[in-house]
Each structure stands twice: as C-alpha cells, then as structure tokens.
C-alpha cells in the first residue's frame, strides 16, 4: 500500500509527481487532491523475480471516482515482471477512473508491465502514466481491452534519458458497441543510442470509435524509433483514426512509421466457410489471429494469460 510505505519510507516522497506532472491537467489534479491508496513496488539491486507479481485495482461503489497513485521503482540491475488488472463489482454500471503510475527504470534495469483492463458500460478511464528509462534500461507495456466502456483517454510517456535505453509499447484493443478511445504513447529519445517502439492494433466495430495516437522524439545522437498501427474495421458505422507524429530534434536520429487500416479478407472468410466454419466463427478465428501478439520476450506465464484473454473473443463469437 502506497500509504503504508509513505509513512515508512521517507525518501518515497522525491519519487512522486516526477514523471507525470501534477498540473497536467484536471483529472492528474484531482487525483492529487481527491485520490488515495495505489501499490508500491520496489525492486532491490541486482534483483531478479521469477514470476509475475500481480496486482489488481478494483471499484466496488456505483458512480465512484478511483484515483491511486502508484509507483514502481526497478534498482540498478534488476528485474520484474508486472501483472495488473482492472475491474468493479457486477453491481456498478458507472464509474471514473483516473489512476497515476510513475515507473522508474534504474541502470540496466528491466521492467515488463501488463494490464489487463475490463470495465462496465458505463466506465471513463483516465490514466496518466510515466516512465523514466536510465542507461540500459528496458521497459516493455502490454495494455490489453477486450470489451465495451464507455470511454478512454491515455497517452503514457516514456523519457529515454539513458544512453542505450529502450521501450516497447504493445496496444490490442477489440472496440466494440459505442466505446470511444483515445489512446497512444509519447516516447522522448534523450539518451544517446536509445530506442523506442509502439504497435498499436485494434478491431473497431459496432458504433465505436478508436484515435490512435503515437509521437516519437529522436533528440540524441543514434537513436531510433517506430510507430506502427494496424487497425480492422469490421462494420460501417465503426471509425479508427491513426494520427502518428515524428519529431526529428538531431540529424543523427532515425525515426519511422507505418499504418495499415482495412476491413478482413474475404478470400480468408470463404476460405474458412468453405470448411465447415460458420461466418460468426470464421470472423473471430481471423480477428484473434489479427491480434495475437508476437511477445517473445515475455515469460510463458504471461503469454498464457494474453493468450487466455484473446481466446474469450473466439469464445464470445463477436
């Protein structure tokens, strides 16, 4: 509990509001003024933990407003991999959410970060996420959404201050009903040799609509960076907008995107009819292969987990 190590830990304090800042904008104050709880995790030197430590936040209370302050800190040398999930009780329908993470990834360090996120139809997601990345340092998210809310707004950053540090932003969102997402990742490349990736891909369908928005900044000398968002539409009346953003601040930066935005195969539909599949099945074998993620650097419990919740679309049958 993040309330428990304050009071135990004096030099807690500098770590908060370093990376997200407290006047960025109403919801990061009100989570400064109004919130309370959120985890501590702190990973001592030259340590590596086997398994996932999970963590999960959950709102019991219809209309409440969430808003913990987290933070993890990875010392020099270490290593952690980070399972979090969100969700309310079966009797909330409404809720706002607006949690703060800050992530300090310390000298080759290594940070593997999941979430897994299920909310009711009527959630408003707000989190603010910040990462500071020293030399060597690695930090990986994996954000999955796999059913309808009413709405989210998130673009966590990562600060590369260390030379040879790196990141890797995964997104695998199925946007279904009338869910509107605004989502992305924002990635300064300040050290010397660093570099960063996000890959964003997601299925929209019903009234749904999806921004997707990635900035990459190359200000040092030899870093790279790639933007990459894949997107199916699977009905008229969904939307996915892919608005990538490259800002070149050295000449020996080299930074690229791509962005791919379409509806599914139908050589691929008839294929899988012409066997025996019902069209129902046959879109949500083709829409869980489109996103099943290729995460080799996860450990196979991890994988498990995504696997398992992907398998629930083919489940569900879209």
Known sequence: NIEEALEKYDWLKKYFWNVVEVDQDKFTAAAELYGRGGCFIRVAPNTRIKFP???CLFIGTHGAFQAPHNVIIAEPGSE????TGCTTGYKVKKALHAGITEIYVKHRARVTFTMIHSWPDEADVRPRTGVLI???GVFISNYISLYPFKSLQACP???LIGKN???KFNNIMYVSKSTRIDSGARIVLSGEGAKGESIFKSVATGNAVIVNRGEIVGAAPHTRGHLECRGLVLCPSATIRAIPELVAKHSQTDL???AAIGKLQEEQLHYLMARGVSPDMAISLLVKGFLDPEMPELPPML???IKKSL???EDRGL
């Open 134 to 136: 020293e030399d060597e």
């Open 303 to 305: 994988q498990a987990e």
């Open 80 to 83: 952690i991999h980070i399972l």
């Open 53 to 55: 430590i999970q963590a």
């Open 311 to 313: 398998a629930m679309l």
């Open 157 to 159: 950053v990562a600060y």
């Open 165 to 167: 540090s790196s990141v």
């Open 256 to 258: 690229s995107h791509e």
